[in-house]
């Protein structure tokens, strides 16, 4: 079973930095989906950052190139570096893996992501 936990959030001011970090025990899809998405009180879960292992990396349009997604190469350990961060930045982080077949999912960058950490709440002010 897919376990995964994330941490690093925090409080900043606009303009800071914040390295999220996700722990994941389990994972052993060969063809791995690996990703970060973020929910606010008023919008849908959605796409922030993700890696798959035939495909380029993806991020939201709202990244810019402001964030980093990177892993370790035994697929245990996740990050977003997230630079140059703003308010409307404010939101729950949730690290996700895919290809496991549970529910509930999402779909961000031809992955279907179903395994969910509990979440880590960003808030910038500024």
């Known amino acids: 079973q897919v376990h995964l936990v994330a941490s690093g959030g925090g409080s900043v001011q606009a303009g800071e930095s914040l390295r999220l970090s996700c722990v994941v025990s389990?994972?052993?899809?060969?063809?791995?989906?690996m990703g970060w998405f973020r929910q606010d009180s008023t919008n849908e879960r959605e796409g922030v950052a993700r890696?798959?292992?035939?495909?380029?990396?993806k991020y939201g349009d709202f990244v810019k190139g402001r964030f980093t997604i990177s892993k370790d190469s035994a697929n245990t350990k996740l990050y977003l570096q997230m630079d140059d961060l703003q308010p409307q930045d404010t939101a729950m982080y949730f690290c996700?893996?895919?290809?496991?077949?549970?529910?509930?999912?999402?779909?961000?960058?031809?992955?279907?992501?179903?395994?969910w950490g509990q979440g880590t709440q960003v808030t910038v002010s500024g």
């Open positions: 996700a893996t895919g290809g496991t077949g549970g529910s509930p999912y999402a779909e961000f960058g031809d992955c279907r992501f179903d395994t």
């Open positions: 389990g994972y052993t899809v060969s063809e791995y989906c």
């Open positions: 890696l798959a292992r035939f495909n380029p990396v």
